[in-house]
């Protein structure tokens, strides 16, 4: 049998389709982004046929430019940008309007009208989620009302999924989603992972246009098209492919991906743990049949995707790369803390008030300084996350798993580790995204055995060990939370 695998990593930024090997190794990959659409302040959509053709394209440069066919393939894995919402009609298949993603606020509204006198933390106990706009249900609850078709959606005519349902019904047909996807709708019970009907019918989603839910490993169904005759044999949201490509197999094992925004999750076992510190519960992974996996989440909106702000609407870097030359033209950050609460702020506060802000500037900040607050955004941001997570797992992480696109910046992952006060290390592979839903893909078709295996494909390529005095260390973070309070109650 072959012993290539194949990963759709369907990102909120680009597309990449990667090839790994059997050592999990990188064979080929192609990358493509798609357009932000950005009609009001606060929502942000995708075309989703933009997003078909974007993966149908990336597939066939990466076999192209390897040379290798299909045929090779022993299985093929989804992972995808969670939460964001398309509704497509069942005849023709096509989505009735553009995705909401994920970081999108126009439900801020009917969110607060769901939580009632009850608040948001209504529905906790029963998904692990407080009522927020970062979630699926109310955004296709927004879809159906907005272009009313209520009367289509009871009537069976029409599918909602994410964007792993979307890529999944293009290329075998079937509407399905995996269980780490549903659970980021509001609309499953996180212990049966069923869909709760009762949620259903206070969110205002009928049943009928739900897809089913499926294992995150194990074989699907059959690829047409670009992938034709290949096996689809897992899916997974990205965050909790990364846990899996991190090889966060055992409880209390945790990783933190730096991408568009930054995803800590730490592996809880088969218990759901219940946050009292503003995380949340989810759905890590399930394999095949067996028991599922948990997972604590701290979901940060925005932090890769400040760097690209600054690039592409202040204009005062040309690539995202530029970032390091320019933070580095500045000893310190002079005071000047960003604070890019653009979609609110996410974990572990939870506030849609909140909108972005810089403070502390004088005469004397320059572009070097603010580029330097918004890199060290992401290790503030991530560091009130640890803390959350420490609080309610009672697990004291002795060094933090790391990968994504922002740790190739080593002066970031350093003040990372120094803002911990524990190891940052990062991988041979930092794509653990497509890694993590190839190695799910390979696990259900046998190219790897069992979990052992894949925990033996881990190896450590750098590691940042704290060098700050513990008492700067308080100072900073104090300055953080100071100015984090400037962001608060303004929308
Ligand atoms: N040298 C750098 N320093 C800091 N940030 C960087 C650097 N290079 C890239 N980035 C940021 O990393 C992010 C890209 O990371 P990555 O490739 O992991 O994201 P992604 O997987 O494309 O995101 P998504 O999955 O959300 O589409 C970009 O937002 C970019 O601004
Ligand atoms: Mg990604």
Redesign the pocket.
Known sequence: MSELVGAI?Q????TRFMIFDGDGAVVAMDQQEHSQIFPRPGWVEHDPVEIWERTTSVIERALAGAGITVSELAAVGITN?RETTVLWDRKTGEPVANAIVWQDTRTADLCTELAGEAGVERYRSRTGLPLATYFSGPKVRWLLDTHDLGDRARRGELAFGTIDSWLAWNLTGLHVTDVTNASRTLLMDLVTTTWDSDLALEIGVPTHILPEIVSSVGEIGECHGPLEGVPLAAMLG?QQAALFGQACFAPGEAKNT???GNFMLMNTGNQPVTSGSGLLSTVGYRVGGQETVYALEGSIAVT??L??WLRDNLGIITT??D??DLAASVEDNGDVYFVPAFSGLFAPYWRPDARGVIVGLTRFANKGHIARAA?EAAAYQSADVLQAMTTDSGVELSELRVD???T??GA?MQFQADLLGVDVVRPVVAET?ALGAAYGAGLAVGVWPGLDEIRGLWAEDTRWSPQMPDGERARLHARWRRAVERSLDWA
Not at 11 to 14: E, V
């Open positions: 990593d990102g909120t930024s680009s940008q990205d730096y991408g568009t890769g995707s760097i690209h995202a790369e970032v390091e890199l994504g696109g922002m190739t910046n970031l995204t």
